[in-house]
T-cell receptor, first 111, second 110 residues
Framework: DADVTQTPRNRITKTGKRIMLECSQT?????MYWYRQDPGLGLQLIYY???????NKGEISDGYSVSRQAQAKFSLSLESAIPNQTALYFC??????????FGPGTRLTVL | QKEVEQDPGPLSVPEGAIVSLNCTYS??????FMWYRQYSRKGPELLMY????GNKEDGRFTAQVDKSSKYISLFIRDSQPSDSATYLC??????????FGTGTQLKVEL
């Protein structure tokens, strides 16, 4: 079984809809991250969490919110989706400094 | 100017070629330099990393950092079709926030 899982893997939605992307991990890591990846822009950090009670904004948090329900679960929400939020979204975890382990990604399309 | 610049490619080479992938960066506080590999429709995975300036070798892969010129390189010897992927450099100050380059798409042709 994969250590970092993301659901759904693909989602098509309409402008204005609320969307939640979920991430679960079995690695036992405290640190979790949400990124988006766009062609030509690379990976951009949206939010990160160093433990259940710690949530921090990344480079591009506007239009997004997160919830850390447990050490193993970190959800990303788009309260009112817009077309320029169409992207590939990745969740990642880490034990501390250094390597981050990425999930398989969620491809989100906002029409 | 972006903190990390990377040529997006695509770069196409014949099997067996030596590949050179490069990044430049502007933040002199970066101390750890990581290379991630991302296959199509997959998440990135860490390939290797170096600390400060110098070289590090791992099999067919060599990572090189020149902090004086803020230049990062990844060399792949005897490239294989299975090396076809996007390679992302990711320098960090060590506080676990990575700054990713845009990635270079590599295709190794038979």
């Amino acid at each position: 079984d994969a250590d970092v899982t993301q659901t759904p893997r693909n989602r098509i939605t309409k402008t204005g809809k609320r969307i939640m992307l979920e991430c679960s991990q079995t690695k036992g890591h405290d640190r979790m991250y949400w990124y988006r990846q766009d062609p030509g822009l690379g990976l951009q950090l949206i939010y990160y969490s160093f433990d259940v009670k710690d949530i921090n904004k990344g480079e591009i948090s506007d239009g997004y919110s997160v919830s850390r329900q447990a050490q193993a679960k970190f959800s990303l929400s788009l309260e009112s989706a817009i077309p320029n939020q169409t992207a590939l979204y990745f969740c990642a975890t880490s034990e501390g400094r250094g390597e981050q382990f990425f999930g398989p990604g969620t491809r989100l399309t906002v029409l | 100017q972006k903190e990390v610049e990377q040529d997006p490619g695509p770069l196409s080479v014949p099997e067996g070629a030596i590949v050179s992938l490069n990044c430049t960066y502007s933040n002199s506080a970066f101390q750890y330099f990581m290379w991630y590999r991302q296959y199509s429709r997959k998440g990135p995975e860490l390939l290797m990393y170096t600390y400060s300036s110098g070289n590090k070798e791992d099999g067919r892969f060599t990572a090189q950092v020149d902090k004086s010129s803020k230049y990062i390189s990844l060399f792949i010897r005897d490239s294989q079709p299975s090396d076809s992927a996007t390679y992302l450099c990711a320098p960090t100050r060590g506080g676990n926030k990575l700054t990713f380059g845009t990635g270079t798409q590599l295709k190794v042709e038979l």
